[in-house]
């Protein structure tokens, strides 16, 4: 079965201190991942999107890493800031084909206190 | 920051009524789609399209349908709302396959 699992549910840090969540997926075949950082009451906003070959992706403090073998990945985020609370989502394409399709992980729901 | 409008963002509406969450893009993107979300959830597909007069359901079974008449167009209606519909409505659209998708603000629908 495809699916996305994220660690942890929850993570509270404090301003200025980095922080990693955590990425776990079964999906098959693979085509890329992605992350989305999503406020509270609004949509989705893409942070990474990482294809087979790709181990590693910055934008901006945020660095996405990609294990395909172990079908794991990670987000590192340096010198969190207030505006970074919000909850972070792992979306993993199986897209070989127009018939495929995304999984969303629940989310990672990050707090940063000043 | 995207193209894609949701309206309306909040409506509090009573059982048995109908709605139409409005979606449109202002990207040209073929694919649209929409999502379900209920607070701390994943997202779920109910509905998408690959283009005009095009429409599936997705993964979630929902009792809402869809149209596509316009490529910017994407409305999505609920014949007879129940408290069952209450969620977050999310509205994406993309440009090809394996490009980013783009979300709108979302729809929060409470039925009374």
């Known amino acids: 079965k495809n699916q996305v699992e994220q660690s942890p549910q929850s993570l509270i840090i404090l301003e200025g201190k980095n922080c990693t969540l955590q990425c776990n997926y079964t999906v098959s075949p693979f085509s890329n991942l992605r992350w989305y950082k999503q406020d509270t009451g609004r949509g989705p906003v893409s942070l990474t999107i990482?294809?087979?070959?790709?181990n590693t992706k910055s934008n901006g403090r945020y660095t996405a890493t990609l294990d395909a073998d172990t079908k794991q990945s990670s987000l590192h985020i340096t010198a969190s800031q207030l505006s970074d609370s919000a909850s972070y989502i792992c979306?993993?394409?199986?897209?070989?084909?127009?018939?495929?399709?995304?999984?969303f992980g629940r989310g990672t729901q990050l707090t940063v206190w000043p | 920051e995207a193209d894609i409008y949701q309206t309306p963002r909040y409506l509090v509406i009573g059982t048995g009524k109908k709605i139409t969450l409005e979606c449109s893009q202002t990207m040209g993107h073929d694919k649209m789609y929409w999502y379900q979300q209920d607070p701390g959830m994943e997202l779920h597909l109910i509905h998408y399209?690959?283009?005009?007069?095009?429409?599936e359901k997705g993964d979630l079974s929902s009792e809402s349908t869809v149209s596509r008449i316009r490529t910017e167009h994407f409305p999505l209606t609920l014949e007879s709302a129940r408290p069952s519909h209450t969620s977050q409505y999310l509205c994406?659209?993309?440009?090809?396959?394996?490009?980013?998708?783009?979300f709108g603000p979302g729809t929060r629908l409470t039925v009374t």
């Open positions: 990482m294809t087979f070959s790709e």
């Open positions: 979306v993993v394409s199986d897209r070989g084909s127009t018939l495929g399709r995304l999984y």
């Open positions: 994406a659209s993309e440009s090809g396959q394996g490009d980013e998708q783009y």
């Open positions: 399209s690959y283009g005009v007069n095009s429409t």
